[in-house]
């Protein structure tokens, strides 16, 4: 079975601190996610990397950057974490098949509140 | 830019009985999947079924199946005989092929379902 897990499921920071959300899959796969999911909004992506050192900006990068060194590992960061950062963050990857979809696999989230 | 819209927020249904949860999108593209997601509570997301654009039949997966119409960009899923495990909220999503070979997904809002005893 795909396993993505999350270093954190609960995480408490201070405003302006900086934040590390780490995600880690067991699967191989190529591509790699960060998405937000607010109440009413749904699940928003943020940041995705199709490749190692690789990274494309989602529909709501700013304050976040990311980092992905090793193919299985992909980390978001909070350079310095707001009020309005507080939300549950969701990783997820999937496997790159020529002409197919690919089933995006998700991990149990981190629930970042920042006061 | 796709956009995907559930108009339902919440739901509820008895046990055992069928309920209809909506989703309709909006794309130029001709080549494309549609996803429902499942997320029960303080649980993982999980894929619950999928339909690919260029197939008319309807994806079925047990007691899930959709309502694929096309022309009308309409994406819904029926769960039959619901159980009290079913309680999630439910998000669909679509997925465009991109040159680069990503697969983003765009989700849809949710739809809270409760199963009641």
């Known amino acids: 079975d795909v396993k993505v897990t999350q270093s954190s499921r609960y995480l408490v920071k201070r405003t302006g601190e900086k934040v590390f959300l780490e995600c880690v899959q067991d699967?191989?796969?190529?591509?790699m996610f960060w998405y937000r999911q607010d109440p009413g909004l749904g699940l928003r992506l943020i940041y995705f990397?199709?490749?190692?050192?690789?990274?494309e900006k989602g529909d709501i990068p700013e304050g976040y950057s990311v980092s992905r060194e090793k193919k299985e590992r992909f980390s978001l960061i909070l350079e310095s974490a707001s009020t309005n950062q507080t939300s549950m963050y969701l990783c997820?990857?999937?496997?790159?098949?020529?002409?197919?979809?690919?089933?995006?696999?998700f991990g149990p989230g981190t629930r970042l509140t920042v006061l | 830019a796709q956009t995907v819209t559930q108009s339902q927020p919440e739901m509820s249904v008895q046990e055992a009985e069928t309920v209809t949860l909506s989703c309709t999108y909006d794309?130029?593209?001709?080549?494309?999947?549609l996803f429902w997601y499942k997320q029960p509570p303080s649980r993982q997301m999980i894929l619950v079924i999928r339909?690919?654009?260029?197939?008319?039949q309807n994806a079925t997966e047990n007691r899930f199946s959709v309502n694929f119409q096309k022309a009308a960009k309409s994406f819904s899923l029926k769960i039959s005989d619901s159980q009290l495990g079913d309680t999630a909220m439910y998000f669909c999503?679509?997925?465009?092929?991109?040159?680069?070979?990503?697969?983003?997904?765009?989700f849809g809002k949710g739809t809270k379902l409760s199963v009641i005893p």
């Open positions: 997820a990857s999937s496997s790159r098949l020529a002409g197919g979809y690919n089933e995006q696999f």
């Open positions: 699967m191989d796969h190529e591509n």
């Open positions: 990397s199709y490749d190692v050192k690789m990274k």
């Open positions: 794309t130029s593209e001709s080549n494309y999947y």
């Open positions: 339909q690919e654009a260029y197939k008319q």
């Open positions: 999503a679509f997925m465009k092929p991109n040159g680069a070979g990503s697969y983003q997904l765009t």
